[in-house]
């Protein structure tokens, strides 16, 4: 039902894109392909970025395939879940010491992981819960880290602001 409504909404947005009218008034000029009415990607145009001693940016145009966008958006939903129940294991005591959520910033772990290259790596401060995340860890084993469980990403000792992955060091 959720993501029906997205996709709707994404053909909304291309089509007043179409029609002149920008959706985003940011210089963000949307388009889309659709099939059935629904879009099956969209393609974004930005302004130029302003440059220091560069000769050339990085590309002022993407595109997003609907599955893609899915994808993202089930990971930026299953992020913020996550940070939903480490709150309420918070309040109930069952994590002790600081608990750095990051509800609000799903969609810069998930962006982010979207441009990395497979050799690329991340290094983090705090608030990494997320992160941990999109680098594989599964939600289970980054919920038992902040309880302590041995189950946990590095057997429960590391807690909200020291866990690891594969290229991932937070």
């Known amino acids: 039902m959720m993501l ?6 994404l053909v909304r947005t291309a089509s007043q894109a179409e029609s002149g009218k920008s959706a985003i008034s940011v210089g963000l000029l949307a388009t889309s392909n659709q099939k059935n009415g629904i879009a099956t990607e969209a393609s974004f145009d930005y302004h130029p970025y302003k440059l220091h001693q560069l000769d050339e940016g990085p590309s002022t145009s993407t595109t997003l395939t609907r599955d893609e966008g899915l994808r993202l958006y089930r990971e930026m939903v299953t992020i913020r879940r996550m940070e939903t129940a480490a709150a309420n294991l918070y309040k109930e005591k069952a994590i002790r010491g600081f608990c750095h ?5 799903e969609a810069i772990y998930s962006g ?8 690329d790596s991340v290094i983090t401060s705090y608030r990494a819960h997320g992160f941990t995340h999109v680098m594989g860890i599964p939600v289970l084993g980054v919920l038992a880290e902040l309880t302590g469980k ?21």
Do not use: D
Not at 4 to 9: P, Y
Not at 153 to 163: L, Q
């Open 4 to 9: 029906a409504r997205q996709a709707r909404l």
């Open 101 to 105: 959520l990051c509800s609000g910033q």
């Open 112 to 119: 982010i992981k979207a441009g990395m290259r497979e050799q």
């Open 150 to 170: 041995k189950s946990g990403v590095v057997r429960g000792k590391g807690g909200s602001m020291h866990m690891y992955a594969k290229n991932f060091y937070g």
